[in-house]
């Protein structure tokens, strides 16, 4: 996990922690849930000093920030803050011990008392329906070209949806049909026993809304288990197009029948 500072949510496990929390408390799930959710992950988290005291500060401080920083996370906090900045933020610069001092230090004060100005809970949106489900299969009009993609991933949240979207590595003249999707390829690339995906846009729910002239489903799929090699942000059809085209000369990938990975059509 990369730790780019000594700030006490300057690092990906701190940004997991801090995001998860607040996002989680904006959507307005149970924050005793959230407390539980985290707590169970001490384990998965805490694997040295170092990382110790990036989880617990992150921790106390996220919670803080909403509000609902009880007295065992606080206290839990305030000791890893007593024993001082783990030696171990030396491997990461020989100045980075007293810096992160100074951050616990401020974190200790914070937490001693009340947050002023918590983060609020907005209020609660009018819920949104996504446009597509996991597994739809949707075809993409270009100016002169078909192309066909899929709902690779779904993320739907009461104040966000977000789509990813994997493309098959077809190009034709005519609108496609499921059967052309499941005789296409599409890129990918093999871990040890896992299969990734090597294509990937990843919409709002805004952006895709306005590309919706150019898009059908035209039918569903459920591919054998995979996951996600490729986390590209995406808000036009140009995306689309680069996705299907793009070079493995510049992205190192191998492609792969669609029939010889597919589990079962569910909708045609």
């Given at each position: 996990?990369?730790?780019?500072?000594?700030?006490?949510?300057?690092?990906d496990?701190?940004?997991?922690?801090?995001?998860?929390?607040?996002?989680?408390?904006?959507?307005?799930i149970?924050?005793?849930?959230?407390?539980?959710?985290?707590?169970?992950?001490?384990?998965?988290?805490?694997?040295?000093?170092?990382?110790t005291?990036?989880?617990?500060?992150?921790?106390a401080?996220?919670?803080?920030?909403?509000?609902?920083?009880?007295e065992?996370?606080?206290?839990k906090?305030?000791?890893?803050?007593?024993?001082?900045?783990?030696?171990?933020?030396?491997?990461?610069?020989?100045?980075?011990?007293?810096?992160?001092?100074?951050?616990?230090?401020?974190?200790?004060?914070?937490?001693?008392s009340?947050?002023?100005?918590?983060?609020?809970?907005?209020?609660?949106?009018?819920?949104?329906?996504?446009?597509?489900?996991?597994?739809?299969?949707?075809?993409i009009?270009?100016?002169?070209?078909?192309?066909?993609?899929?709902?690779?991933?779904?993320?739907?949240?009461?104040?966000?949806?977000?789509?990813?979207i994997?493309?098959?590595?077809?190009?034709?003249?005519?609108?496609?049909?499921?059967?052309?999707?499941?005789?296409?390829?599409?890129?990918?690339?093999?871990?040890?026993?896992?299969?990734v995906?090597?294509?990937?846009?990843?919409?709002?729910h805004?952006?895709?809304?306005?590309?919706?002239?150019?898009?059908k489903?035209?039918?569903?799929?459920?591919?054998?288990p995979y996951?996600?090699?490729?986390?590209?942000?995406?808000?036009?059809?140009?995306?689309?197009?680069?996705?299907?085209?793009?070079?493995s000369?510049?992205?190192?990938?191998?492609t792969i029948?669609?029939?010889?990975?597919?589990?079962e059509?569910?909708?045609?």
């Open positions: 996990m990369a730790i780019d500072g000594v700030k006490i949510i300057d690092s496990d701190a940004y997991d922690i801090y995001n998860d929390i607040v996002e989680r408390y904006k959507d307005g149970d924050v005793e849930l959230i407390k539980k959710d985290w707590l169970n992950e001490e384990s998965n988290f805490c694997t040295d000093e170092l990382y005291e990036i989880y617990w500060t992150a921790l401080y996220a919670l803080w920030n909403i509000g609902h920083l009880d065992d996370i606080k206290n906090a305030m000791e890893i803050i007593s024993k001082g900045a783990s030696k171990l933020w030396n491997e990461i610069d020989e100045r980075a011990v007293k810096a992160r001092q100074k951050a616990l230090n401020k974190l200790a004060l914070q937490i001693q009340e947050n002023p100005r918590p983060i609020k809970k907005p209020k609660p949106q009018k819920r949104r329906e996504p446009y597509f489900e996991l597994g739809d299969v949707i075809s009009k270009f100016e002169d070209k078909y192309g066909i993609c899929f709902v690779s991933d779904l993320e739907v949240r009461p104040r966000k949806i977000e789509y990813h994997a493309c098959a590595r077809t190009l034709q003249d005519f609108e496609p049909t499921i059967d052309d999707f499941v005789n296409s390829s599409i890129a990918y690339k093999k871990m040890n026993t896992e299969f995906l090597e294509t990937d846009c990843w919409f709002n805004k952006d895709l809304g306005e590309l919706l002239p150019y898009l489903k035209i039918g569903r799929i459920k591919l054998k996951s996600l090699g490729v986390l590209s942000p995406a808000d036009s059809l140009e995306n689309f197009y680069d996705d299907i085209t793009n070079k000369e510049l992205w190192p990938f191998k029948e669609i029939s010889e990975i597919i589990e059509i569910l909708e045609n």
